[in-house]
């Protein structure tokens, strides 16, 4: 890898990742990393030209974001690891699950798409409109998160049926993922348990305890 991923740690016992989304950095979990850490080794990186991890030279893509997981796990000497992803890093934890299925202990896949049109209309048409008007200003970065919006993931249903781990797919009641997309992701993923939150987009910092409730229930704790 090109570059070294930033991370924090907290807690111990088994491995839990944590995978913020586009435009975010690690410190998004900060009302998770507590509640977590009384079971497990929470350890919340900052993606590749996110927060305190610089950009390097690689592709600016979710499959590039999943390599570059696994060497960070390599890296720490985690053969498996529990993951759990937000928005982008759910998209992350289904690729690099995908890729190695046997590195995954569990997944809780919070707001992720399997493809761009799986978000509500209006929110992929201001997508478009930033996209343009970030181009017209020159803004780099702003356009490489923004495409990765537009264009990724790209992910087929019927992948999904090779993920056997025990999963928790969980989003906003009021999301910008569409509500028959987020079910489709859970009934394509075997013994997926599905779960919708009061809130919005971000209801893992919007309503906290609520969430932090699924995510117990789902763990055992």
């Known amino acids: ?18 995978l913020h989304g586009n435009g975010e950095d690690s410190t998004y979990f900060e009302h998770q990393v507590g509640f977590l850490a009384k079971r497990f080794r929470v350890i919340a990186p900052d993606t590749r030209g996110h927060g305190k991890t610089p950009r390097g030279a690689a592709p600016f893509t979710l499959e590039q974001f999943a390599c570059d997981l696994r060497e960070f796990l390599d890296g720490l000497d985690i053969g498996a690891a529990h993951l759990l992803g937000f928005s982008d890093g759910a998209n992350i934890a289904m690729l690099f699950a995908l890729a190695h299925p046997g590195r995954v202990k569990s997944l809780v896949l919070n707001g992720g798409n399997l493809f761009p049109e799986g978000l509500e209309p209006d929110v992929r048409a201001e997508d478009a409109r930033a996209f343009a008007e970030t181009q017209a200003a020159g803004d780099t970065r ?23 781990v025990p999963t928790l797919v969980v989003a906003g009641t009021h999301d910008m993922i569409l509500e028959e997309h987020t079910r489709l992701i859970a009934a394509s993923i075997p013994g997926a348990r599905l779960a919708f939150v009061e809130g919005d987009h971000f209801v893992a910092a919007g309503n906290p305890d609520a969430f932090n409730r699924a995510l117990g229930g789902f763990y055992g704790f």
């Open 142 to 164: 702003a356009l490489e998160l923004l495409r990765l919006m537009m264009d990724e993931p790209h992910i087929r249903p019927e992948q999904l049926a090779g993920i056997r």
């Open 1 to 18: 890898m090109d570059i070294e991923l930033h991370y924090t740690q907290r807690g111990s016992g088994e491995p839990l990742v944590l």
